[in-house]
């Protein structure tokens, strides 16, 4: 899907326009005349206005995505923004790098087992994208459990949705495939 | 040296005002000549949906029922069958589903006595197919306390067959779908079931700790949906489980029949609430394989699942493959799945107006239609809360909501969307707690319009005023060796401008039928070069060009059995 709506950028880079006008002009040599003086500006600032848009349409992620990832590197929730942007833009590898960053973080992090996933399957790994799967089995949260523990909960009002010996869930037994990356193994060893 | 400076300034800002002007999306037009006109009550509509409430919130309540474009009595025009619910304990009225005959004048007649669609039930979905292959359109509605199959007897009457039919589905139906799974040249069924809900197992729920409120599907437990495999003879056979497509877990509202992995052979795809949805591959002998994990298309971005209601499927981009529509909960936005054609689909929604337009609204019905027929699907979405008091505790979230309509921007070559809701007119644009939706070209002009129901409340008659301002070819098939409706074939049409392609199918949307003909929008092409039609049977037909604005009846042996003209604008 192209992107629809570039309209807070153009204003930005309008203002940044005027400001590099204003700049130049402010320094320009009194020698040239006014008029050519304002003209050769305004050309400039156009010039220097249309190769950032050209670099700002170039960057795979939004503005304020790179900025907040530039401060806070390992914010999972920006990482995992980028990697979900880079697969919109069907950049598949690109957004691994990404990913790598939250498992660092939290490697039982479900959302990003699930974009890995999706991603894998993007670039054709039928392996990976298998046991990124199992993963997301072994750890996301099982839908039925309020249906499954309604009784208990209101026989017993302490229990809860994880404190349920009733508990049927269909957990993934983790079987360590030898193709598995460092990080992965060290998920399965945390989990068992 | 002046004029160069002159010159080099001029172009810069040319080209700026050109860049900023590309990135700002401007440009994009759509037709502004076409709106949806309410024409309820001067065609004579007047079914009011009863969903039983009085108090106690159960929560079949809040799921309102659906609506069939159907031919009921063979007159070859779209009759109407509204499903209708009832009230818990007797109050004294009878709360039917509704038969209305096409008058062929723009109005109905309500033909519901005596037709044997008189049946007093919870009724929910329906399902149109031809599963006795003898010409008529038969019926299947799903009802809360057992489903029901009517075969039609001709001339708008039809027969109670459910006990005789083998069919034996009591577990809270919703939508339903014929598709001949095995390619047998008999229709199958299957019915989505929702969760295990009966009025004395009824849980209590409350926003507030105060007072009982609807109870969301987590609640209760899933339950397995069904496939029922045609004997012949009217015989049916629940083959679920032998199949692979029993999932005591799921809880099932949408049905999609699709060949997703351009096989030849149906696939289908489950929307589930609160559960994943489910894509089931067929394997060609009888059996499906779940991949709608792998395939991208059971949770949302963040893995999650959602609430997922009505589903759709068509090629919006003109690939040669069919993608996927599902609408959500509040606050989950549509799903627009495009098919990469690996196996893998990838949700546009939230990159698109799509998305953006959608996220507060709670999406029942949902369909691709090309209403403005230039050639591109085109969006539909019902909406409507199921908590009257949602906007106490969520101000942006309203009960009541208004529909959705997506023009598909395809000329400029790009998956684009532009929201058009607002252009369609102030009735089209009034807040309904709507439900079931289809499409049909009930006016025989040429264009689809849209009847929508509403959970307890009245259903709503749309008509496309001016979408037939661009050229169109409409197909009824007539299926010989594979099954009688075509329900299945695949419909590729050649024209100046183009390919395009579609797929006869039965479900979709949210517990409704739309009319089984295809109309092809060709924009501003005459003719239609050529048609290929590929039957489930797998006989392949090729038939040569043919003027646009026609309505054609296409036999799978005899090519082009019928033509006609619109019959009114």
Not at chain 1, 9 to 17: K, S, T
Not at chain 1, 134 to 157: D, G, M, V, W, Y
Request: net charge negative; hydrophobic share 40%.
């Amino acid at each position: 899907m192209s992107p629809e709506k570039f309209g807070r950028p153009a204003g930005i880079l309008l203002v940044l326009l005027l400001v590099n006008t204003a700049y130049i002009a402010a320094f320009a040599s009194p020698t040239i005349s006014c008029m050519g003086n304002g003209v050769l500006h305004l050309a400039l600032g156009v010039t220097l206005a249309i190769v950032l848009l050209w670099l700002i349409r170039q960057m795979p992620l939004p503005g304020t995505l790179f900025f907040t990832l530039g401060m806070y590197p390992r914010d999972r929730v920006a990482l995992n923004q980028a990697a979900r942007i880079l697969f919109l833009q069907r950049k598949y590898a690109e957004a691994l790098k990404y990913l790598d960053r939250i498992c660092d973080v939290d490697p039982e992090d479900l959302q990003m087992h699930y974009t890995r996933m999706l991603h894998l399957r993007g670039l054709d790994d039928a392996a990976g994208a298998g046991r990124e799967q199992t993963l997301i089995q072994r750890f996301k949260a099982q839908e039925s459990a309020q249906a499954i523990t309604a009784k208990p909960r209101l026989l017993s009002p302490e229990n809860n949705n994880e404190r349920q010996q009733i508990h049927d869930h269909e957990s993934v037994p983790l079987n360590v495939p030898a193709s598995r990356p460092k990080r992965a193994l060290v998920v399965a060893g945390g989990a068992q | 040296m002046m004029r160069y400076l002159a010159a080099f300034g001029g172009v810069a800002c040319v080209a700026w005002v050109a860049a900023v002007s590309t990135m700002a999306g401007a440009g994009i037009v759509a037709p502004t000549s076409i709106t949806f006109t309410d024409v309820t009550a001067q065609a004579g509509i007047t079914f009011v949906h009863n969903s039983g409430r009085a108090g106690q919130k159960f929560l079949p309540e809040t799921l309102g029922s659906g609506v069939a474009w159907f031919d009921a009595d063979g007159d070859g025009w779209p009759d109407i069958l509204f499903i209708n619910s009832k009230d818990w304990t007797p109050r004294g009225r009878r709360s039917l589903p509704a038969l209305y005959r096409n008058n062929h004048d723009g109005t109905f007649t309500n033909i519901t006595a005596g037709s044997g669609l008189d049946v007093e039930m919870y009724g929910m979905g329906v399902a149109i197919g031809d599963y006795d292959n003898d010409g008529r359109d038969d019926v299947y509605i799903t009802a809360l306390e057992g489903d029901h199959l009517f075969h039609n007897e001709g001339h708008g009457k039809f027969r109670d067959v459910t006990k005789a039919s083998g069919i034996d589905n009591a577990s809270f139906g919703t939508s339903a779908a014929w598709v001949d799974y095995d390619r047998d040249g008999k229709l199958d069924l299957f019915v989505a079931n929702y969760v295990q809900w009966s009025a004395k197992g009824d849980i209590w729920c409350s926003l507030d700790g105060a007072t009982k409120s609807y109870c969301t599907p987590e609640s209760y437990k899933g339950t397995s949906s069904k496939l029922y495999h045609n004997l012949g003879n009217g015989k049916f056979e629940d083959v679920s489980k032998k199949a692979g497509i029993a999932d005591p877990t799921s809880k099932s509202l949408g049905v999609a029949v699709l060949d997703y992995n351009g096989d030849g052979w149906p696939d289908l795809f489950i929307t589930n609430d609160t559960q994943p949805n489910k894509l089931y591959r067929n394997n060609r002998n009888g059996t499906f394989t779940e991949e709608g994990m792998a395939a991208g298309v059971a949770f949302g971005e963040d893995g999650v699942a959602r609430g997922a209601m009505g589903v759709d499927a068509a090629d919006y981009d003109r690939s040669g493959r069919p993608d996927l529509l599902v609408g959500n909960f509040s606050n989950q936005m549509l799903g627009l799945y495009h098919n990469e054609g690996t196996g893998l689909f990838v949700d546009e929604a939230p990159s698109s107006t799509v998305g953006r337009a959608s996220l507060l609204t709670l999406t029942f019905g949902a369909f691709f239609f090309d209403y403005d027929l230039d050639g591109y699907p085109d969006i539909f979405a019902a909406n409507g809360h199921i908590e009257e008091e949602i906007g106490r505790v969520q101000p942006k979230v309203q009960y009541k909501e208004p529909p959705l309509l997506f023009h598909n921007v395809g000329e400029r070559g790009k998956r684009q969307f532009e929201n058009v809701t607002a252009r369609m007119g102030a009735a089209f644009n009034r807040p309904v707690v709507a439900r079931g939706a289809a499409y049909a070209d009930y006016d025989h002009d040429g264009d689809l319009d849209i009847v929508v129901t509403t959970n307890d409340g009245p259903a709503y008659l749309f008509r496309n005023d001016g979408g037939n301002r661009n050229n169109w070819i409409c197909m009824r098939l007539v299926g010989r060796k594979s099954n009688r409706d075509g329900i299945g074939a695949v419909v590729r049409v050649t024209s100046k401008s183009g390919k395009q392609w579609n797929m006869v199918r039965s479900g979709s949307s949210y517990c409704s039928q739309s009319d089984l003909a295809l109309t092809f929008g060709l924009g501003s092409d005459s003719t239609v070069d050529a048609i290929e039609i590929e039957w489930p049977s797998g006989e392949k037909q090729k038939l040569g060009g043919t003027a646009a604005n026609q309505f054609l009846t296409i036999d799978e042996t005899a090519g082009i059995v019928g033509k006609s003209r619109p019959g009114r604008n």
